[in-house]
């Protein structure tokens, strides 16, 4: 088999896969009668049309990012997290709890404690997945899935009760928020009139630590090493069960970073539907991205597009933001399937075979 | 679907090629089978017998070839039109439905008792009967599989594939996990049942293929390479044609074991993953600067043996020693922190990491070791000068040390971990099968380095059941058979009849 | 007395939901596919259930022809998108997970989109009504229990003696039982695996969208975009729980459905508890029940999320 071939190979499956991809998302377009060639055009043009929307792409990449870095490493490891979702919600809290509990701290100490707290309470959520399939086999894509329902009501009960914003009960309206916080916990804005926030720059830098802590460190090896192959890396003295531990502690970690991140820079106060749906668009990041960090953030840049895009397509052209939803689902779906077609040796040399006869016919005729 | 009852009184297949990606399993094979015929087919492993056989059955397509069946060409595009043309086979891992009953295995088969909302059962189990009755064949239809024992489940097979209306039977290496009892019932059946069928059987052991067949075609690398008939020829003669050439002078000279063994052995227990014992009381000491050759026919608790030295399953009973240390039940990490170097069985995918490139695979054991990483970061010019430098030194044929280590060569992997294992400046290495499937180049550098390792009084471990590698390299011959060694033979003293016969179970004082 | 008997009357058809998305699953992964996209294609089947009664009577009453119109709809997409997975899984051989939680984001979105343009808001509609059993459903205890449902939990618990004969008693089930526990000896004695995996995908995907119409159509009576709320996955756990047997599986959903009765019950009750830890509840439950089932495969289908490819030998 020629080089020549199989760079051919490569680039047409992924045209084809691409071409599937938009395909699959037009029928559903077509079925609501919406014009398919406009919708796609708002969705990844209209958001960069004007600064305050760049700006909103933006900061919808910086959770996407740091979430989709965290199920990028669990996902090397050989444990897939279904799970941000509830593992941001705790970060969210965490980071909430420290802001709220601590007022007068200043800023350089408020700031870098509320961080912390959100890792931590995203690497707890993350820990009970992980044990639970390292010592009882229980599929972590279900248990995380149960963890974030379980957190999302513990986030409201949260929010509904202890962390209720006073002015609420005085007020009597009943808004499930809490107060919003001092001032010692937010992010500074970076370009104004966006709120594009210093946030920015913690996921730059989570994306360098995840880039060495994968490629620079031997925990890193060890953890690809047992997500690649557990049998190679058992037979190699790695201790797998160990490592999913702490992948999915890592993945945890990371999502409840994010949480923290998106309170401090965004919201500056727990509220609901902060998690959004972040943790789902985090696996498809991931995977867009090629679970490198590399790939991540442009990869998150992108879907905070299809995000702030899906948003606009119901005012523009009627679409539903519901479609970023279909259009994430498809893409995960095409990635595997296509990524299982690129590693099919079997099917490379059957085309291969195909493509030399037609061609041994091109030259004859 | 009507099944035709015409007799096969000749099966031929001419020119039979099959590719697989990166192997030629099959290269132009023609045999032929006539009424009543028992042709025995004999190789090694990965020598395309069973591509072959999966061929005629319909489960493979050849890329090229055709079958015969009475001098009609046939075309097989599912194994239920070989089983419509009356061919039958019997796999060599059983093909059952463990959680299924006998009965519900053959009615899965037998599509004439079936009808959309109704499975005829009643009609399957008196074709078991009659089967049975007709063959002297008992099985219990209403057992589920996973209650029976391998002999039984063989039985089931048998049962199967009659009451599928074979009039050809295929059995790929049918003793290979029956106890000795059990094969001489199996051989003695086959016999009786040629009076009505053809038969072409798979086998390694040379006592079988004398006593039950007519004929014996030997493959190597996916060419016919001998055909003949079976009186013509001693079961010495066919195990060297096996094994390919005449059997070399050893080159091996062994000074004797002096002192106390590097690796003991003693009353070992495990357990298969199907749950029997696969290794029931081994005894087997490896001294210092000693090769000790273990032979024997696959699935006789090799395997398990060398994955429990390693760490990598449970030991029900007994001991492993290494220098005085108890390895039994250790993690992997404890064994190879003890010192031992392994080239395990299954090189593509538990001796690399397929996905990783080559000079990840030689940190495969060491990323935490002070030359490679400091204070938790990898030392990556350390490593590549390490990769550069195995690469050189094991003749490793790649463009750099960056490429996958899954998209090398099977030989080119095999200098992957043999290069990591012998870097490591291991204390007693096992190697299990570490040419099958390779080229001669290639095995015999793997043999060199071996026997250079022995020479710096490292002890091995051998595990193979290539005569000709036993012979070559070992200085003792452990013939391990039902997991136990039922004979260790000095290598002066051994050749590879005796081996041969030994490993077919057959101990030196019974006459064969 | 009464208190007990209102938990069962309610917990009995919140159990069919679960029962019907479970035996769907079941069949999945008996012919050893793990549709994990269940939650969307109950979606689906939720929207497109209630699509036709609602577009028809615009909210008010419409002939049951037009009810069971939606029932059928709901089957079929979830037979298409289980097809559909087929490809993803079966075809193409992606790993199972991964690819089921695409289909849950696919068939979750898909219905949020289609609604919002079709529909619109939330909107309430007659559905299908009880149907007393006449006679039976006037015994004291057992009447309201059992014989005062709605159509559909009738037909669903006559669906697990059915579901039943067929994966044991029929050639079918023969071969999706061989299928997922030994594809290689299924095809060694010609059995079309992945033919065998597409046909129990459509059977899981059929009933999964049937159980997604039950919840618009029979249960909460509108859609909205988080009515499923996990029952989808629940009922993946509840397969595992119920070691792929349709009685067994019954068990776990009624279980499962009891404790909910129990826990609405309770709050009616006015006992100070707080609701979010009682909504909790049963996903909870879901987690340690896997935790203790288990080993569980050594019966199952052994060869479960396992793409079959008769050529790659291992």
């Known amino acids: 088999m020629t080089k020549q071939f199989k760079a051919l190979y490569k680039t047409v499956v992924i045209l084809l896969a691409a071409a599937a991809a938009m395909l699959l998302g037009a029928l559903i377009l077509w079925t609501i009668g919406a014009d398919v060639t406009k919708t796609y055009s708002v969705i990844i043009l209209e958001p960069l049309k004007n600064k305050i929307e760049i700006g909103e792409v933006l900061i919808r990449a910086i959770p996407l990012t740091i979430i989709a870095l965290g199920i990028s490493v669990a996902y090397r490891s050989g444990i897939i997290n279904i799970g941000a979702e509830g593992q941001m919600a705790m970060g969210i809290l965490a980071a909430t709890a420290v802001a709220l509990a601590l007022p007068g701290l200043p800023k350089y100490a408020l700031l870098p404690l509320a961080m912390i707290a959100g890792t931590l309470g995203g690497a707890a959520w993350g820990f009970i997945p992980g044990i639970l399939k390292a010592k009882l086999h229980v599929s972590e894509l279900l248990s995380t899935v149960m963890l974030n329902y379980i957190a999302a009501q513990f986030y409201t009960f949260c929010l509904r009760g202890p962390m209720l914003d006073p002015a609420e009960i005085t007020m009597g309206s009943g808004t499930p928020q809490s107060m919003r916080l001092t001032k010692a916990i937010w992010l500074d804005r970076l370009v104004p009139g966006t709120r594009i926030h210093t946030g920015v720059y913690i996921a730059l830098a989570m994306a360098f630590i995840i880039w060495l802590l994968l490629w620079r460190t031997s925990w890193g090896y060890k953890m690809r090493a047992a997500g690649a192959s557990e049998r190679a890396a058992r037979y190699g003295g790695i201790g797998v069960a160990g490592y999913l531990v702490v992948a999915m502690m890592i993945s945890g970690a990371f999502a409840g970073l994010a949480g923290a991140v998106e309170i401090a820079g965004v919201h500056r106060r727990a509220i609901e539907g902060i998690t959004g749906g972040y943790g789902f668009s985090g696996i498809v990041v991931a995977l867009f991205g090629g679970l490198h960090p590399a790939g991540i953030i442009p990869a998150s840049f992108f879907f905070g597009l299809l995000i702030v895009g899906a948003d606009m397509t119901q005012r523009m052209v009627g679409v539903p933001a519901n479609m970023v939803l279909v259009l994430q689902g498809i893409i995960i779906l095409v990635i595997v399937a296509t990524r299982m077609v690129l590693a099919n040796p079997y099917l490379m040399e059957r085309v291969w075979r195909r493509y030399q006869k037609l061609t041994r016919r091109d030259k004859e005729a | ?512 | 007395m009464d208190f007990v008997v209102s938990i069962f009357a309610l917990g009995i058809p919140f159990s069919v939901a679960l029962l019907l998305a479970s035996l769907g699953e079941m069949f999945n992964q008996r012919a050893g596919v793990f549709n994990l996209g269940c939650e969307g294609i109950m979606a689906m089947g939720a929207f497109l259930g209630m699509l036709v009664p609602y577009s028809v009577g615009q909210g008010g009453p419409v002939s049951g022809a037009y009810n069971i119109l939606g029932l059928l709809l709901a089957m079929g997409i979830g037979a298409l998108l289980g097809l559909f997975f087929g490809l993803v899984v079966v075809t193409f051989r992606a790993p199972q997970g991964i690819a089921g939680i695409g289909l849950q984001m696919f068939g979750v979105g898909a219905a949020g989109t289609l609604f919002r343009h079709f529909v619109g808001g939330t909107q309430s509609i007659p559905g299908i009504d009880r149907l007393p059993i006449p006679v039976l459903s006037e015994i004291p205890v057992l009447g309201p229990v059992l014989f005062s449902h709605n159509p559909l939990v009738y037909m669903t618990f006559l669906m697990v003696p059915a579901a039943w004969y067929v994966l044991f008693k029929t050639p079918w089930g023969l071969r999706v039982r061989a299928s997922g526990t030994n594809p290689r000896a299924a095809d060694s004695i010609g059995v079309k695996v992945n033919l065998v995996r597409f046909q129990a995908l459509a059977v899981g995907g059929a009933l999964a969208g049937l159980a997604g119409a039950y919840l618009s159509l029979c249960q909460v009576k509108m859609f909205s975009d988080e009515i499923i709320a996990g029952r989808g996955f629940i009922a993946v756990a509840l397969v595992y729980f119920g070691h792929w047997r349709p009685l067994k599986i019954m068990g776990g959903a009624l279980l499962f459905s009891l404790a909910q009765a129990l826990q609405l019950a309770i709050q009616g009750q006015g006992i100070d508890f707080p609701y979010e830890f009682a909504v909790m509840l049963p996903y909870a439950m879901v987690i340690v029940v896997l935790a203790f089932s288990r080993e569980s495969l050594l019966l199952g289908p052994t060869a479960l999320g396992k793409p079959f490819n008769r050529e790659m030998r291992t």
Request: aromatic content about 4%; overall charge negative.
């Open chain 2, 1 to 512: 679907m009507e099944p035709n009852t015409r007799k096969i009184t000749s099966l031929r297949v001419e020119h039979i090629t099959k590719r697989f990606p990166g192997v030629l399993a099959c290269n132009d094979i023609a045999l032929s089978v006539a009424e009543g015929e028992v042709l025995a087919l004999v190789g090694e492993n990965g020598a395309g017998k069973t591509t072959l056989m999966n061929i005629l059955m319909g489960l493979y397509r050849p890329d090229e070839g055709r079958i015969l069946i009475n001098g009609e060409e046939v075309v097989f595009r599912s194994p239920n039109d070989a089983f419509a043309a009356g061919l039958g086979m019997v796999h060599q891992q059983y093909m059952l439905v463990a959680n299924m009953t006998v009965l519900e295995n053959i009615a899965l088969g037998f599509t004439q008792a079936w009808s959309p909302l109704k499975l005829n059962l009643d009609m399957v189990r008196a074709r078991i009967d009659e089967v049975a009755a007709k063959y002297g064949l008992a099985v219990d239809p209403d057992a589920f599989v996973w209650q029976l024992s391998v002999g039984e489940q063989q039985r089931v097979e048998l049962v199967k594939t009659l009451c599928l209306g074979a009039r050809f039977l295929i059995l790929d290496e049918p003793t290979s996990a029956l106890t000795p009892q059990e094969t001489d019932e199996l051989i003695l059946l086959l016999k009786r049942m040629t009076s009505e069928l053809s038969i072409v059987f798979i086998s390694h052991k040379l006592h079988e293929v004398k006593n039950l067949s007519d004929k014996v075609t030997i493959l190597r690398h996916g060419s016919v390479v001998f055909e003949g008939s079976t009186a013509d020829h001693s079961s010495g003669d066919i195990a060297a044609l096996m094994t390919g050439r005449e059997i070399h002078l050893p080159r091996n000279e062994a000074p004797t074991c002096e002192g106390n063994p590097a690796l003991e052995i003693r009353g070992l227990k495990i357990r298969s993953d199907r749950g029997f014992l696969a290794v029931d009381g081994l005894d087997l000491s490896v001294c210092a600067g000693e090769i000790v050759g273990l032979a024997g026919v696959s699935g006789n608790g090799q395997r398990e043996l060398a994955e429990a030295i390693n760490g990598l399953r449970k030991v029900e009973g007994g001991e492993i020693l290494l220098f005085g240390q108890e390895l039994a039940n250790r993690s992997p990490r404890a064994v190879i922190d003890a010192g031992m170097g392994y080239i395990p069985e299954e090189r593509n995918t538990e001796g690399i990491v397929p996905s990783f490139s080559m000079k990840e695979n030689f940190i495969l054991k060491d990323a935490d070791e002070a030359q490679f990483s400091a204070r938790s970061f990898l030392r990556l010019k350390e490593i590549d000068r390490n990769a550069e430098a195995l690469r050189t030194e094991f003749d490793i044929r790649s463009p750099d040390t960056k490429v996958a280590a899954g998209s090398l060569s099977g030989g080119n992997i095999q200098k992957v971990i043999l290069a990591r294992e012998i870097s490591r400046k291991p204390r007693f290495l096992i190697a299990v099968y570490p040419t099958r499937g390779l080229d001669m180049g290639a095995a015999e550098f793997i043999h060199k380095r071996l026997l250079e390792k022995r020479l710096e009084g490292i002890g091995i471990l051998l595990i193979s059941e290539e005569l000709e590698e036993i012979l070559d390299l070992s200085d003792r011959v452990a013939v391990i058979f039902k997991g136990r060694i039922i004979d260790t033979l000095d290598r002066r003293s051994a050749d590879s009849r005796k081996i041969g016969i030994l490993m077919a179970g057959v101990h030196n004082d019974e006459a064969v």
